[in-house]
């Protein structure tokens, strides 16, 4: 009970409590029992996430807009290359029920984007079948995170391409932070060289993949102040950083 505690308090986005989150993955289809319940995801926004706390692993499904979720320890944990199964002693924060459910999870093969299939047979023998987008982390990328997946990102240069000369500058010594999902809707904070401020409003999905270097990276768009649309592209290599894209400007930001 003790540890179930620790991750509700985690799962309702409202403690400073500390865990590392190893894995996360976006919902995109939901079936239900073999019937399609795709639709709902648009008022869920769901996520899995893979735990780890006080040396214990976790598995959490949260429906963010609805401040819902199951959660619960995994046992018996069982990997074979992409495969992998384990027992989920979950708990549900909407209607108290909770049980053991048999999870197994399938890296499906789609080119640069990591894309898994999670089926979860419950107590109940309901049929539940999510197909998400995501992945783990390497060692060396997982990140302390607080409640929702909150993270920073410290920069100390930068450098500028603008597409009409089709160059690069020098890098220029800065000091950026970064600090992303400071929200459920995962918008994203810049704290600025010069004392400054701005909040990017994330409005689109996550997408994922690497360059042909085999550099992994994430990407989303996001809207600044004045309402006009940035793009932001993380990369896992902080020596690679974070890219911004807008109006024919790139902005990267790195660390050495």
């Known amino acids: 009970m003790k540890y179930l505690l620790i991750i509700a308090l985690l799962a309702l986005s409202s403690t400073t409590l500390k865990a590392t989150t190893y894995g996360k993955f976006k919902v995109y289809k939901y079936h239900l029992n073999d019937i399609n319940h795709s639709t709902e995801l648009a008022s869920t926004d769901q996520y899995l996430f893979f735990v780890k706390t006080e040396g214990n692993d976790f598995f959490i499904n949260k429906m963010v807009k609805k401040g819902t979720y199951s959660f619960g320890a995994i046992i018996n944990l069982e990997t074979n290359g992409k495969f992998a199964t384990f027992s989920w002693k979950y708990e549900n924060s909407y209607n108290n029920d909770s049980g053991t459910a048999l999870v197994s999870m399938t890296e499906m093969e789609t080119g640069n984007k990591r894309k898994y299939y999670f089926k979860i047979i419950t ?42 000369d089709d160059s690069w500058s020098e890098w220029f010594d800065v000091e950026h932070t970064f600090v992303f999902n400071i929200n459920e809707n995962g918008d994203i904070k810049h704290y ?47 020596s690679i950083g974070l890219k911004l894209m807008y109006k024919g400007l790139m902005v990267q930001f790195a660390s050495n």
């Open 123 to 164: 107590q109940k023998k309901d049929l539940i079948e999510y197909w998400c987008i995501g992945g783990f982390n390497s060692e060396e990328e997982r990140t302390e995170t607080e409640d929702n997946g909150k993270f920073r990102k410290d920069y100390n240069k930068v450098a500028f391409y603008t597409m009409k």
């Open 192 to 238: 600025k060289e010069n004392g400054t401020t701005e909040v990017y409003r994330k409005v689109s999905e996550v997408e994922e993949g690497q360059t042909d270097d085999g550099e992994k990276y994430q990407i989303i768009t996001t809207l600044d102040a004045e309402g006009d649309e940035i793009r932001l592209q993380l990369f896992s290599n902080s």
